[in-house]
């Protein structure tokens, strides 16, 4: 059964920091990764899809990486931002028998970017 | 397109309702996610459709919950008879495809007293 994990699952930094935000899972046979953030109260927004096939991902400060053979996924933020902060969630899709696909989070990483 | 919609935004039932979460997907998207969020187990899939078909309903928890889409638009997740532990943000998602971008409603949160 595929586990995501994600550490730290809290984080706070001084705001313009640039930091990392890591992502790992036990089963490297996946589809893709999808890093999404979350605000309190509200539903998740796909921040980045990074394909199997693919090493990395770029949106504007963000940069996600994936290392599917060590299981292992970066999300980077550049020039942290107070409106950065949020709940940071990875999540793998995988093939999952008889025809299923499974999306399988973690647990999410809370970011606070102090102003 | 609005994105995906979920109603109602906020439910609090007595235990022992019935409860009826509904979704409406974003156009065009062949699948349709089920999940439930709580603090202590993060998000769980329930339930996954595929052009209205249900694919895997291996994450519904118990016979009191089932799910329905009865047209590509519309999808209902039911609780009957509901229990406190329940109680849980319910989101629905839709996608393209089945490995594709995952798109999220806003949520049900759902107390059961």
């Known amino acids: 059964k595929q586990e995501v994990t994600q550490i730290p699952a809290a984080l706070s930094v001084p705001e313009g920091e640039n930091l990392v935000l890591n992502c790992s899972f036990t089963d490297s046979a996946i589809y893709n990764l999808q890093w999404f953030r979350q605000d309190p109260g509200k539903g998740l927004t796909s921040l980045l899809l990074i394909q199997s096939s693919q090493r990395e991902q770029t949106s504007g400060r963000l940069n996600a990486s994936l290392d599917k053979s060590s299981g292992r996924s970066t999300l980077y933020i550049a020039a942290s931002q107070p409106g950065d902060s949020a709940t940071y969630l990875c999540a793998v899709t995988a093939y999952s028998g008889a025809g299923s696909y499974q999306l399988t989070f973690g647990k999410g990483t809370k970011l606070s970017v102090i102003p | 397109d609005a994105g995906v919609i979920q109603s109602p935004r906020h439910e609090v039932t007595e235990m022992g309702q019935e409860v009826t979460l509904r979704c409406k997907p974003i156009s065009g998207h062949d699948y349709l996610f089920w999940y439930r969020q709580t603090m202590m187990r993060g998000l769980e899939l329930l339930i996954y459709?595929?052009?209205?078909?249900?694919?895997?309903d291996s994450g519904m928890p118990e016979d009191r919950f089932s799910a329905k889409m009865p047209n590509a638009s519309f999808s209902t997740l039911k609780i009957q008879p509901s229990e406190p532990r329940d109680s849980a943000v319910y989101f629905c998602a839709s996608s393209f495809r089945a490995s594709s971008e995952a798109f999220f409603g806003q949520g049900t949160r759902l107390t059961v007293v």
């Open positions: 459709f595929n052009n209205n078909v249900p694919i895997d």
